[in-house]
């Protein structure tokens, strides 16, 4: 039998018996859509801490247990065993690909992995030093204007040539935008190499020389790639979600994500960790810079610690630690990177056994050690949240394709609000005013 929920205003007696939505994992969701209606009000949850704005078959947390899913399969286990085109794969379609299916898939990504020379010529307008994610932004709204073949978004075969395109170009854009940072010509893709590899070579080589893969450092990144591929509706998804809720392009939507993901309560933690471990100086500066962290006045926030949904460690912090360990002992110039990953280690185990922490169940989050390994990979500080986007783009884009899909749920987005501004009042000529 079906559980309901009821609701009463105890003032005017009106009630709703509100449906119970049992997920497979997880939390029960009251559907609180017939409360306007029947008791004459509105919800108010600010940030959506206690609301669940769609259904979703995509990827599944349990922020308790620190249990991370896509399609079903943990995470440890993609990490270890999978690749990034392959999760591409399973989180578009659902499934792990067949044989064929994979042969298809990945030629029809390697068909896309160029960029319209155009697009780099609005690469060449923006200031050398342009922060990269600020060309990102720009660059991939730009996209729909050069692949507007297939834009209807009503159309399911158009929104499948939009994925693929998206996520074969992403990392070409984004290595564009450190070359042109980097004042260095702009690679080609060479599809003979694989997808990460590829995007290794247009990042860190130049035509005059061949440039050879080092495995180690490939796996590396083909691994931080897999732990950001999704993670179901945070600030970035939710945000292409709610765009492309207006019928939008992909390619507009995406570009509001990567707006979204740029902040440092977000993907922009990872570059604010390394700025943090900079300037907290020496391993004997750490309780000093917890101090302050604690102090409510000083505004500042243990970056890279903490979690809407994770009260536990976040499952994906505990494969990087562990990633970190191993990576810098195998590559070779890590004389940086080492220092300030025993800094984290000790900046972890401090704030871990503080009670502010403890309290709060503030645990290392995504971004605590991600940064210390796209450092040793040789990813300057301003392309470590570009790299997120260029791993995210396949969650955010299988999610919008995914309620674009939805005949049920799918409407416009558009929340309410509680008003709290002037009463009515009559417009005061500027000769009246005091
Ligand atoms: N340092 C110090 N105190 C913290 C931190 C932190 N990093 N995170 C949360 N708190 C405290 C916060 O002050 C509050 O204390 P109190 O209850 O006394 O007011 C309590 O913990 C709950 O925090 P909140 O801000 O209400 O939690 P939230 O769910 O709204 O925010 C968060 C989540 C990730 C924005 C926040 O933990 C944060 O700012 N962390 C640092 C930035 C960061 O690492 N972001 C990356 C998030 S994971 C990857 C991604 O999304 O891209």
Redesign the pocket.
Known sequence: MSKTLTLTDNDTGRSAELPVLEPTYGTPVVDISGVPREIGCFTHDP?YGATSACRSWVTYIDGDQGILLYRGYPIEQLAEKSSFLEVCYLLIYGELPGAAEWVEFEADIRKHTMVHEGLRTIITGYRRGSHPMAMMVGLVGALSGFYHDALDVNDPAHRLACIHRLVAKMPTIAADTHKWGAGQPFMHPDNSYGFVENFMRMMFGVPAEPFEVDPVAARALELMMILHADHEQ?ASTSTVRLCGSSGTNPYAAIAAGIAT?WG????G?NEAVVQMLSEIGGRGDIPKFIDR?KDRESGV????????VYKSYDPRASIIRNACHDLLSKLEGTEREQPMFESALELERIARSDDYFIE?N?YP???FYSGIILSALGFPLNMFTVIFAVARTVGWITQWNEMLGDTEDFRIGRPRQLYLGHARRDYVPAEERS
Do not use: E
């Not at 440092?264 to 993907?267: I, L, R, Y």
């Open positions: 940030g945070n993901l440092p309560a977000h993907g933690a962290v926030r243990l970056m890279g610690f903490g979690h809407r709060r503030l989050n995504v971004d």
